[in-house]
Structures are given as C-alpha cells and as structure tokens.
C-alpha cells in the first residue's frame, strides 16, 4: 500500500512532465475500441483474504503477508497475484533484517517505509531470491510490483533518476528471466516501460477520478490536469505497448454508489477498473460487481440454548439459505462484528424482548450498520422501548392511546397470515405508525382502545415484524410453531434483496437429487422376522442388494469391534460390515466409537436431558451420554478420528477409506468435534431435524443447509430425519418412516427447499413393519424423476454454496445495477455445485453462456441453470424472443461436465452411478457417439434420449460424449 503516499508527488511529476490535454472521461483517440481485453481484477490487502468473494475476479491481488496460501483453495478461474514493493520495503516484512543498510536511501514518511537503492549492486538477486523465490514456492504465479516510481522519493537530478530506473529495469528483468511463467502487473513504472514493456503482463494507476490522500486522511478528487496527464500514458501503453491498463480508484467503502459510479466512468475510458477503500480492506468494484452473499443473524440466546436450537437456526436460516444467502450469528451478549455492505447483504435481530447485555453498545452497531446503507431487519422485537431518538432514529411516529379491549385488525398486506391467521395480541403492542410514503409501507395495522400502530412494515432501512406476527410459538415446542408472516416475501422485499441466479443445491440437470444414508445404530440387533440374523445382514439382502443404489453406510466402532459393547459379537459382526462396505455403490462413513448421545456435555456428572431426534440416554455419569461401553471415558479423538482409523485398517476394502462421518444423538457436535472432521479429512453430516408433515406442514420445520461453528468450521445437516422421529423414537408404529414421503412432497412444492434423502438406522432391518415401510419409501422415489449421488456429493454441493460467488457486469447505458437488461451474470464455485435457480424477468439465454448446459422449469416459478462446472456466464434474454434452436441439456440422470458447443458439434463429458441417461432439446436430428463409438437414442419432439452404462466413481469416470447435427 505504500504508493497510496505518492499522490500528491505524483500530481506534482504529472504537471512537471506537462499534460496531454485529454478532456475528462473521453477515450482516447479511439483506443478503447482496439485496447488489448483485461480480465477483471480485484486487490484485497487484508488479513483474511475472503476467497468466496474475490474468486469472481478473473486475478486477485492479495497481500502474501496475511498468510493466504493458493494451493490450499480450489478457484481454478482465479489467478492468484501477490503483492509485492519494490522500491520500498516495511519493517515488518521477513526479508527486511537481510537488507544492507547501505541499500536504503530515503524514506517515504506517510507510510514509514525505507526507500531502496535500485542501482545498488546485488539487488536484483537478491529480491529475487528473497521477495518473488519464496512466494512462487506457495503458488503464486503473478506479482504486482509496486512502488516502482519510489525512487523519485531521493533521486534529486536527471542522472540520479536515469541510474535508479537501470536498476529497476534490472529487477524486471531478474524475475523474467528466472521465472519466465510469471505475470507481472506494474504499478505505474511508466519510465521504465520503453525497455521492459514486453515483460509485463498489465499496467495499472491509481486515482484517475477519485483518490485517497494518505498524508491529510481525506478522499479526493482528481485534478483535470492529473487526469489528462494519466489518460495520455494510458493512451500510449495501450496503443503502442499494447498492454491492458487499470485503475485503482477509491470511494468510502459504504458508498457503493460512488464506487459504481466511478467504475462505469473508468470503463467507460476502455480502462479496467477496480474501485475499493484506500486500504483495501474490503471488496471493491471493477469490471464485475459481486453481489454479498452474506447475511448476518443477530439474536439473544437464553442461557443453557445451544446455538443449534436457537431461533435464528431454526426459523430464519432456512428461508435466507433458499433465498441464495449464507447466514452467520451473533449474539448480543457478546461483541458484535464489523461488517460491510461489500460482503453481507443485511442484518436480521431475531430478539425475544429487549436487549440486556450493554444495550447501548448494541445500539450504537446498530447505527453504524445502517449509516452504511445496510438494510436492517427486526423479527418479534426492536430489543428497546422505541420513543424518542430511537424512533426519531428509524423514522417512525410514535403514537399516543391506550391499549383496552380486543385488537382489531385495520389493514394488512397479503404476506401476513401465511401459516396461520393473524391472531392480535394487545400485550406486546407498540405505540409506533409508519409515515406515508417515503419507502414506508405498513404491512399490518392494528387498533385496540385508542391504539393504533403498525406491527409491521416495510421501511427505508429494511423492515420490522412484530410479535407475535412473525412466528408464532404456542412453548409447547417445535411442532407447534407458524410462520405468521410469509417469510421469502417479507426478507426478499425488507432486505432489499435483488434478481440474482441463486446456488441450489436441490436438483442438478433439471432432476431433484436423492442421497441415501444409514445410522449404524442397531447394526448388532437381531431381526425379528422369519430367518433371523443380524439388521445387516437383513438390510444388504432385502434392501441394499435389491436397489442397489449410492449410498452411504455406517457403522458404530462401539457396537461391533472387539474392544466394544459386545466383543463375542464382533467376530460375526465385522464380517458383515465388510461385506457391505465392498460393494460398490457404498460409501464408507463412521458414526463414531461410543454414539454420544449429547455432544456438549463436558461434565459428566451432570444431569441428562432428553437427546435431540429421541436418541436419549439412561442412567447417570458418564455412560449416560454414549453408549454403555465397558471402561470407556469420553475422548473425542476416539470418537473421530480413532473410530475412522478402525473402520479404514479393520472393514472398508482397500483404496475406499471413510470419506463421511455421521453425528450421532442430538447432532450438535462443538467446534472442535468439527475440527477433528476436518483433521481427519473427512466429510460430517447429520442434524438439522427436517420434520415438516401434513400433520406439521409448516416451514419452521424444514431445517437450513448446516450451520457455522465458531472458528470457521462447518456442519452440514442431513436433507431431512431419519425414522426414528417417524415411529415415536421407535416405540411403533414401526411402519411410521413411511411417512417421509409426506416430507418429500412438502419440500419439493411450492418450493423446493431438500433434495430427497432417505435416512434411516440400521435398526430399521430388524421389523418387519420398518421393512417394509423402507420398501414403500424406495419404491416411491423409483418412480420419481431423480439423481441418485452418494452422500459426500451433497456435502460437497453444500460445502460449495457456502463459498460460491455470484457477480454482475453491467454493460454502460443499462437500465441501472439492479435491472437484468443488458447485464452478465457470473457464478463461480469449485465445480461441485452444478445448479442455479433463476427467478427475475426474462430467461438466460443459454445459447451465447458459458458453463451453462441448459435449463428446466422450477418448482415455484422460474428456472434451473444446468452447469458443467464451477465458472458460469449467462446474460438474460427476453422470454417472448425465439430461443435458439442449438442442442441444449433438458435433463440428465448423471453428471456433465466441459460441455461445449462449435460448429454444430456438441462435446461433453457424462457419467452416472445408477440407471444414467441424458436428453437433448432441440436435437431430434442429431447423432451421438459415446467415447467414439455411435449409440442408439429415442427420438420424441424433437427431443434425443441416450442411455449410458453405470459407473462406480463418476466424479472421475467419465464418458465423453459427442452430438453432430445436420446443418
């Protein structure tokens, strides 16, 4: 960041030098029609480098110092670029203390930095060894070489300068010449492009419209005559030294109408721009705009309320989540976190009542979010009595009456009474009215004895709901919960929430996906049924080998190893496992050593409380937490990574270790659970309680895709619940789990929020009751349209959404960042997660995309996106407009992948694990041929069928695939 201390000098230099006389914001002479094409590019000096959001940039320039390694992360579209000085150096860096002192020549004091000798003898090597060796050892394969005019800073006379700029040439060229790969943007260095121009990759400025003065603390405007000045070097880097040419401008970070003015003016000029704080700190604005994908629930727990059970997981996540958002916690109680309109989209208080931890400092974040522009959203509660300033603060009248009598509903919105009609409550009225007008919309109005006020509205900053009009609890528990408020439409429209393609991981090639995976509780139980034997042994025969489709088995080490609960067993047992463990569609997963049954306990002597999903222990100390294992004390390490080691050496087949564990009794693992998951690189799953019925169809009982931990880590909930909660934690109807059918149906319309999973313990093979209950539920998916994957699939998916970027390039003289005319869309994630669900106006032309296979209606309305991979591109096409009549992917029962489209010949690659096809719109006339050899297909409408042999790993078997069609 030192050369944000030269614009001033560099203001001074451009008048000395003389200006070129380019009016303001007009290309020059034409070159931005024959400018050499920049791909976008992003600069974050941060200490977190945020990978999601920076992995929408074609190159992201990140400071090396914070410690971001490109090996460990999968962006394979982004180009990771480090930054690196030149003519300066930091006391902090590695290198500093071997520098000779004699090298140092001057200083820069705004940013307290040695200035360094670039003639002196040895530099050269010496940086390259030192700065650039180290970095292309952590994988960097491009550098931004900063503070090149530093020297200026000492060099007083022509030949000082004419000596400095030979060293700095030198050290171009020692990169070059021991790297020749390497990338290089410069940042200015405009005296030394003459000789070295063929050895850069891009040139870049700073400050062609808006600056930073780093020495007075203030942003600026650029002069006209700075301006003109830059423009002419601008003009000739590109026309003469063909060289693609970017500006690094900077706007207060929650002005994002300053900095998406000032992009389209650098766009405009045929220059890239990249528009952040001086810092650059956050995400900025260039090329591309990347939309925040974040959201940040922020709530009161009541003590002794594991996060897991807490309103904001329950409630809020699982709408935010459908609506394409990743949603962090906090808590009151604790310090809340400075967050940014760059990265998260807006805030939800779920509050209960008012805040009482340091309620000042609260509201004081509070303010400060919403003075950047943040919608803001209260669910139940505002955590303070709103009267004076605060309500002056929200821009809400505040009322005066008296609450007597009942409440009478005045007006309210269609959102309100979704799952339950309104209900008025006169004890929690507030004496509180939306102004007309103004971005103030009230949604429900209400009157009681003198009384009226808005329990809900729609406002300037973001929106409010009322208890008890938000959810409705009866305290009885979950069962009994309500959304009062339709809640896609109320947090769509409160936070402001604009079009975008929405990650999904429900459906991938236009069919909803079907995971499979089992508990191993029960795997040493006895099947109560005519022939005996084992639950295994019963579920590989009568159901595993009669489907055979992926699926996901576990076994407890506890249950069936020789140092657990039944050591006599084992030698039965473990046979068992391994047979089903080597066929191949299963996938290996542990459900730990000893099935804790209350992950949080920490304190043996404790009291037990009932396990989440009805996995509740007996007795007390420390058996009453897991299983009753001779002499055992709980170890996580055991749990994990000891139970992983046991299944990898003792039951799976070679080369097919554990890829997946599966939590076990209430599912609420803490964090360092998780990080021993990840030790153990492997996959976790399980929890979330996805119960919704026609007894319960409310969509407070569809649980979110995971929930973060602290310290970064992750758990991924199951899809849906296992049989257990389906037959009264197994006290019968033992044919209850049939009912999981019902739970397909409702989280597939309207919406749909789950793929379908079916989820069972072993145990389930030991009735017939629950056999037969599994036969009808594999049946019924049979027969719908689905894609079968093995668990870790889905996790992977989710994993993806997690980190996915969604950005947008909005093309000059469009209708404005919000609209879809004239715009580009650009997804990106590792590949894993292949769907997007599109829902605004038109529909994505997928003839002119990248990445972007086809599409197929979703439930809902609008669209899926089919993808081969993780970079997608689509602009949006009007929906009266003729579609092109090229060959497009209508669906698939497998996956595609490097899908690509050129002269009337259509490549992809294809595989599948179970039953695998795929079908051609537009392509009733086309021939294939799979791996060069021609297949039969079924031709119908101008559609094309072709069947594939199943494959064991379709993540790495792949069948390629060619469409020629006539003319």
């Not at 400071?63 to 930091?90: I, K, N």
């Not at 159901?543 to 067993?569: A, C, H, N």
């Not at 599994?774 to 894609?787: E, S």
Request: charged share 20%; aromatic share 10%; net charge neutral.
């Amino acid at each position: 960041m030192a050369w944000l201390g030269h614009l001033a000098q560099c203001a001074a230099l451009a008048l000395a030098l003389g200006t070129a006389g380019v009016a303001a914001d007009q290309p020059t002479g034409g070159a931005a029609a024959s400018a050499p094409a920049m791909p976008s590019i992003a600069l974050h000096y941060g200490a977190k480098p945020p990978v999601d959001a920076l992995q929408a940039f074609d190159i992201a320039v990140v400071e090396p110092d914070s410690g971001f390694d490109p090996r460990q992360v999968a962006t394979p579209a982004t180009a990771w670029f480090a930054y690196v000085s030149v003519g300066e150096v930091l006391e902090g860096r590695p290198y500093f203390k071997d520098i000779p002192k004699n090298w140092f020549v001057g200083r820069n004091d705004a940013w307290n930095a040695p200035v360094i000798d670039q003639a002196a003898d040895g530099w050269p090597a010496f940086y390259v060894d030192k700065v650039i060796a180290p970095l292309w050892a952590r994988g960097f394969r491009g550098f931004f070489l900063d503070t090149l005019d530093s020297y200026q800073l000492a060099a007083k006379t022509d030949a000082e300068r004419a000596r400095q700029e030979a060293g700095l040439v030198r050290v171009v060229r020692a990169i070059k010449a021991r790297y020749p790969d390497a990338r290089l943007i410069f940042n200015r260095g405009f005296e030394i492009l003459p000789q070295v121009h063929g050895l850069a990759y891009a040139v870049a400025f700073e400050s062609l419209f808006r600056g930073w003065n780093q020495a007075q603390g203030r942003y600026v405007e650029v002069p006209q005559a700075d301006r003109d000045w830059l423009l002419a070097q601008a003009r000739t880097i590109r026309e003469q030294y063909r060289l693609p040419v970017v500006s690094i401008d900077y706007c207060p970070p929650a002005d994002r109408r300053c900095a998406r003015d000032t992009a389209r003016r650098i766009r405009a000029l045929g220059i890239t721009p990249y528009v952040a704080d001086p810092g650059l700190q956050t995400i900025g604005i260039g090329k591309i705009e990347v939309l925040p994908r974040r959201v940040l629930v922020v709530q009161e727990r009541a003590p002794g309320v594991a996060i897991d059970q807490s309103e904001g997981v329950r409630f809020v996540s699982m709408p935010l989540n459908y609506l394409g958002y990743r949603v962090e916690f906090a808590d009151t109680s604790e310090d809340l976190p400075e967050i940014g309109p760059d990265r998260y989209a807006g805030v939800v208080m779920y509050l209960t009542g008012k805040v009482t931890a340091q309620p000042g400092r609260f509201h004081t974040w509070l303010q400060a979010r919403m003075a950047q522009g943040m919608p803001v959203v209260f669910l139940n509660d505002f955590g303070t009595s709103v009267t004076g300033a605060v309500a002056r603060g929200f821009g809400l009248k505040t009322v005066r009456g008296r609450v007597s009598g009942p409440v009478e509903v005045l007006a309210k919105d269609p959102m309100m009474g979704f799952e339950m009609p309104v209900a008025p409550d006169r004890n929690q009225a507030e004496a509180i009215q939306v102004p007309d007008g103004d971005g103030f919309r009230s949604l429900l109005r209400l009157r009681s004895g003198t009384l009226t006020y808005d329990a809900a509205a729609i406002t300037p900053w973001g929106g409010y709901v009322l208890g008890p009009y938000a959810v409705h609890e009866s305290g009885i528990g979950t069962a009994d919960s309500r959304w009062v408020v339709q809640p896609l439409d109320f947090l769509r429209e409160a936070l402001r929430l604009p079009a975008m393609p929405v990650p999904d991981v429900t459906t991938e090639n236009g069919r909803r996906l079907l995971t499979i995976h089992i508990d191993g509780d029960g795997f040493a139980s006895r099947a109560e049924i005519p022939g005996g034997g084992f639950s295994g042994e019963v579920l590989l025969r009568e159901i595993f080998d009669r489907y055979r489709l992926p699926m996901t088995m576990s076994v407890i080490q506890g249950e069936v190893s020789r140092d657990g609960m039944y050591p006599k067993l084992s030698a039965e047992l473990e046979p068992i496992a391994r047979k089903i463990f080597a066929r191949p569609y299963v996938e290996v997963a542990s459900h730990t050593f000893s099935h804790p049954f209350e992950w949080g306990r920490t304190v043996p002597a404790q009291p037990a409380q009932p396990a989440q999903g009805g996995k509740a222990a007996a007795g007390a100390g420390d058996e009453a937490y897991h299983l009753n294992i001779p002499g055992y004390t709980m170890d996580l390490k055991r749990e994990i990574g000891g139970s992983i080691d046991y299944i990898n050496r003792t039951l799976a087949p070679a080369g097919k270790p554990v890829s997946l564990l599966l939590w076990s009794g209430d599912c609420q693992p803490p964090a360092e659970a998780l990080r021993l998951t990840d030790q153990a690189r492997v996959f976790n799953m399980n929890g979330g309680d996805t119960l919704i019925t026609r007894s319960n169809p409310s969509w407070t009982a569809i649980a979110p895709l995971g929930i973060h931990k602290p310290g970064g880590t992750f758990q991924v909930f199951a899809p849906n619940q296992n049989e257990n909660v389906y037959t009264n934690l197994w006290h019968g109807p033992f044919y209850g789990f049939e009912r999981v059918i019902e739970t397909f149906e409702l989280t597939d319309r309207p919406y749909r929020f789950k793929p379908v999973n079916i989820y069972y313990h072993s145990y389930s093979g030991t009735k017939a009751a629950s056999l037969k209950a599994l036969r009808k539920v594999y049946d019924y998916v049979l027969a719908q349209p689905l894609l079968p994957l093995h668990s870790t699939d889905y996790v992977r998916k989710v994993l993806d959404w997690q980190e996915m970027a969604v950005a947008r390039e909005v093309a000059d003289g469009s209708a404005g960042s919000d609209s879809s005319a004239g715009t580009q869309w650009i997804v990106r994630g590792d590949g894993n997660l292949r769907n997007l669900r599109w829902s605004g106006a038109g529909l994505p032309d997928v003839a002119a995309a990248k990445g972007v296979t086809g599409t197929s209606p979703a439930p809902g309305g609008g669209v899926y996106l089919h993808l081969d991979g993780g970079d997608a591109r689509f602009a949006v096409r009007n929906a009266a407009a003729p579609a092109p009549a090229t060959p497009q992917l209508a669906e698939a029962s497998g996956i595609v992948r490097d899908w690509s489209q050129r002269d009337g010949v259509t490549r992809f690659a294809f595989s599948g694990y179970f039953k695998p096809f795929f079908r051609l719109a537009n392509a009733g006339q086309c021939r294939v041929s799979v791996d060069g050899k021609p297949v039969a297909a079924v031709r119908e409408r101008n559609t094309l069928r072709v069947d594939t042999a199943p494959v064991t790993d379709p993540n790495h078997v792949r069948q390629q695939v060619e469409v020629r069609c006539a003319g």
